[in-house]
């Protein structure tokens, strides 16, 4: 028999455990590592005071409107604004021809003189006629027809003085003036024309745009519940004078002067159940015009402790509720119904279904089902007033 040969010992050992080593390896490699949680962005809701604002659909209003129309009758002869212009109170807009105004002041004027002359005689003939009264050379009935004389003569000289002074009053109408600042619009009558005394048509209409107000609306349902809110102390009321009212055109762009609130109408409107609310703007530049529709903001009321969450963490479920995706202690997410208010500044104010501490996930919807555990980080800040900026733009 051969001698044995340890080499070749160690080589048939080999190869006996090579396959088992080579099965260890295949098991080592179809073994599944364990997949990380995925990382989603969250917030952390924090309560803090925050005003109720509303924002309300409301129209520009002029604060004043004035009628030009003639107070005397004749033909126009000169119009001497520029119409759209802006013009001052007093400003002369047209001249009606003033010469039959002139003449019939002259012929006041001579009617006066006349009675004043008659006046001067009826008083120098009751002085005469008291004296020989006093000297018994005449009865006291002259005396009285004397003083009676004079009386009439004062009365006709009062009243020519008021038909003077009504010629003069004439005259002055003949040259039409503006009633007040503000802007004159077309010129609806011209050289030559004919107008009337009291005529109901006008000459030119001037509005005064600055300031100038803005008239909204607010349903009574909307402003009831704001009220009751405010008695049962939910909100806190905020001073008349501390109200602030800010204009949103229609593109978007917040008017740069903010305003203040003048009343609230004390009816509701029969046919929209709306309640008539009026704010009034500084208007320097003449940006805002009568008609002009645009949206109010308006501050009615401060939150204490509201809770408030970017509008994309907000999710529709199947019955059309809202509800959000928040991240548990222990890292799994759940669903969590919530009832939200009015959008302000790209958020949605949440009344009911959250509070301080709640992680909310705002990003990441994709990567996880209810259920699952995921990594959450904090929102950045910077991104998250990029995006509410977004929102505001697509709003």
Not at 74 to 96: C, M, N, P
Request: charged share 25%; net charge negative.
């Amino acid at each position: 028999m051969p001698p044995f040969d340890a080499r070749f010992a160690g080589v048939v050992l080999l190869l006996a455990v090579m396959p088992l080593l080579a099965a260890c390896n295949e098991k080592s490699a179809a073994a599944p590592q364990p997949a990380r949680p995925p990382e989603v962005s969250v917030v952390s809701v924090v309560p803090i005071p925050r005003p109720i604002v509303r924002e309300l659909p409301g129209r520009i209003a002029p604060t004043r409107v004035a009628d030009v129309r003639p107070r005397v009758s004749g033909i126009i002869v000169e119009r001497t604004f520029h119409q759209g212009s802006e013009v001052k109170a007093g400003d002369v807009l047209y001249r009606i021809d003033p010469k039959p105004f002139e003449v019939e002041l002259q012929s006041n004027e001579a009617a006066l003189a006349k009675a004043v002359a008659a006046y001067d005689q009826a008083s120098q003939q009751a002085k005469r006629v008291s004296m020989l009264t006093s000297q018994r050379a005449t009865s006291e009935a002259e005396n009285e027809k004397a003083i009676g004389q004079m009386r009439q003569a004062e009365a006709d000289v009062a009243a020519r003085k008021a038909d003077v002074a009504r010629a003069k009053l004439n005259l002055e109408y003949a040259t039409i003036r503006a009633p007040i600042d503000g802007i004159v619009g077309a010129a609806l009558v011209s050289e030559g024309a004919l107008v009337v005394q009291n005529d109901t048509s006008n000459l030119a209409t001037i509005q005064q745009l600055d300031p100038i107000y803005a008239d909204f609306t607010q349903s009574v349902t909307e402003m009831n519940n704001l009220r009751r809110s405010l008695a049962s102390g939910e909100f806190d009321a905020i001073a008349p004078e501390e109200t602030k009212v800010r204009l949103i055109l229609d593109d978007g762009t917040v008017y740069p002067f903010p305003g203040k609130l003048l009343f609230s109408e004390a009816k509701v409107d029969a046919y929209t159940g709306q309640v008539t609310l009026r704010g009034q703007f500084p208007n320097p530049n003449r940006e805002l015009l009568p008609g002009m529709y645009v949206r109010i903001s308006i501050e009615q009321g401060l939150d204490t402790d509201s809770i408030a969450i970017p509008q994309q963490a907000v999710q529709r479920n199947g019955g059309g509720g809202s509800e959000v995706f928040i991240v548990k202690d222990d890292g799994l997410v759940a669903t969590q119904a919530i009832r939200t208010g009015s959008v302000q500044d790209g958020e949605w104010l949440v009344t009911e279904g959250l509070k301080a501490g709640d992680r909310v996930i705002v990003e990441g919807f994709q990567k996880f089902v209810a259920g699952d555990k995921v990594d959450p980080k904090p929102m950045v800040e910077g991104k998250k007033a990029s995006d509410q900026k977004t929102t505001q733009l697509k709003r």
